[in-house]
């Protein structure tokens, strides 16, 4: 079975602190994305990576960036959280054209 | 823009009757489609999926429909648990760029007892 964790499943932090959310699969997946997850607007994409040290931008990068220097690990990094960031985070990985798998997320709340 | 949707937001099924939850979705060129359930606190979990070139595709007590013509995907679960309680996502995969998957907001399946 394909395995996503995250570092986290619920964080606290305070305006302005820089925040690191990791992700780690186990499949030897080529890609992994970050999404985060608000109600009544679905899943929306922040970064993906399609290889170690390639990263795209997704619908809503602003605010964050992302690692990636190692092939199972994908970290997203807030480098001045904001109340507006407080969400939940959900980790994917996929082989290429393949389904993607998610892990549990993280819920992020930003005081 | 191209968007994907779901026809209900809330569906309530009798425990042992079929489910059926329904999504359009916009572009005509998307080539993969995947059904994600998602418990309460949970991620999303891979359900089934089905490509472009195929109506119909059936796994463990679902199926899943595809009508390219009037650009329609539809889960049906059988004899629904109260297990089946979670919200389901449809998602569509354009046929260029990578990887990149379009979300529906979800419906929620409620399964009364």
């Known amino acids: 079975d394909v395995k996503v964790t995250q570092s986290s499943r619920y964080l606290v932090k305070r305006t302005g602190e820089k925040v690191f959310l990791e992700c780690v699969q186990d499949?030897?997946?080529?890609?992994m994305f970050w999404y985060r997850q608000d109600p009544g607007l679905g899943l929306r994409l922040i970064y993906f990576?399609?290889?170690?040290?390639?990263?795209e931008k997704g619908d809503i990068p602003e605010g964050y960036s992302v690692s990636r220097e190692k092939k199972e690990r994908f970290s997203l990094i807030l480098e001045s959280a904001s109340t507006n960031q407080t969400s939940m985070y959900l980790c994917?990985?996929?082989?290429?054209?393949?389904?993607?798998?998610f892990g549990p997320g993280t819920r992020l709340t930003v005081l | 823009g191209e968007s994907v949707g779901l026809h209900l937001p809330t569906l309530s099924v009798q425990e042992g009757d079929n489910s059926i939850i329904n999504c359009a979705y916009s572009n005509s060129a998307s080539d993969y489609f995947i059904w994600y359930k998602q418990e309460s606190g949970k991620g999303p979990q891979f359900i089934i999926d089905i490509r472009s070139n195929m109506d119909k595709r059936q796994g463990q007590r679902v199926t899943v429909l595809l009508n390219k013509t009037v650009k329609h995907l539809s889960l049906q679960i059988a004899a629904t648990q109260p297990g089946d309680s979670a919200v389901y996502f449809c998602a569509e995969r354009g046929s260029g760029g990578y990887q990149k998957v379009t979300f529906g907001t979800g419906t929620k399946l409620q399964v009364i007892p």
């Open positions: 499949m030897d997946h080529e890609n």
């Open positions: 990576s399609y290889d170690v040290k390639m990263k």
């Open positions: 994917a990985s996929s082989r290429s054209g393949r389904t993607q798998y």
